[in-house]
């Protein structure tokens, strides 16, 4: 089975400071994304990456950034941790397809920003 | 814009009932839809449809795709206590892009 783990369930942080997530894949799926989770919102697109070192921003890239620099890698960087940052963080991978490989999603990690 | 559409936002019904969940879609570019339940933590995946009228089953979950309708549904038969989640629906328009309804929340009531 795929395993996709995220190294934080929850984390509290202050606004300001500099919040890494981690995500990291087993199964050595090309593709790997990140989505935060808003109730009434759905999930919303942060950033995905096809390959190590290549990221492609997504529907809400800003105030995010990302570093693949190994394939089974993919962080999300809050740069400077603000209120409207508190949110449910997805990692997901998948193999590369025309449509035809699903997400396989990590555990989650709920960050609070006060 | 694209959008998906689920209802109802939430449900809550007796362990033993039949349920069906919807999800409609306006997406360019339609690929798949897909279909995940999301207790406590990682949304898992259900079932992926990619052509009309052809019936998905797993147990007491099954789904179907309309094209025609633009729409979706996900039954669950003789509910159980354990079927109780948050269904998700998403359209995959490239290989990278799904658009995302906002889900819905299912209790199962014993």
């Known amino acids: 089975d795929v395993k996709v783990t995220q190294s934080s369930r929850y984390l509290v942080k202050r606004t300001g400071e500099k919040v890494f997530l981690e995500c990291v894949q087993d199964?050595?799926?090309?593709?790997m994304f990140w989505y935060r989770q808003d109730p009434g919102l759905g999930l919303r697109l942060i950033y995905f990456s096809y390959d190590v070192k290549m990221k492609e921003k997504g529907d809400i890239p800003e105030g995010y950034s990302v570093s693949r620099e190994k394939k089974e890698r993919f962080s999300l960087i809050l740069e400077s941790a603000s209120t409207n940052q508190t949110s449910m963080y997805l990692c997901a991978s998948s193999l590369p397809s025309t449509g035809t490989s699903p997400l396989h999603f990590g555990n989650g990690t709920r960050l609070t920003v006060t | 814009e694209d959008k998906v559409v689920q209802s109802p936002l939430s449900l809550v019904v007796h362990e033993g009932d039949t349920v069906t969940l919807n999800c409609s879609y306006e997406?360019?570019?339609?690929?798949?839809l897909l279909w995940y339940k999301q207790e406590k933590k990682a949304p898992t995946f259900l079932f992926m449809l990619?052509?009309s009228g052809i019936e998905k089953k797993s147990g007491r979950l099954s789904s179907i795709l309309d094209k025609k309708e633009l729409s979706s549904i996900l039954n669950i038969t003789a509910t159980q206590t354990g079927d109780s989640a948050i269904y998700l629906c998403?359209?995959?328009?490239?290989?990278?892009?799904?658009?995302w309804g906002a889900g819905t929340k299912l209790i199962i009531k014993p």
């Open positions: 199964m050595d799926h090309e593709n």
């Open positions: 990619t052509s």
């Open positions: 998403a359209v995959r328009k490239s290989n990278y892009q799904l658009i």
């Open positions: 997406v360019t570019n339609f690929r798949s």
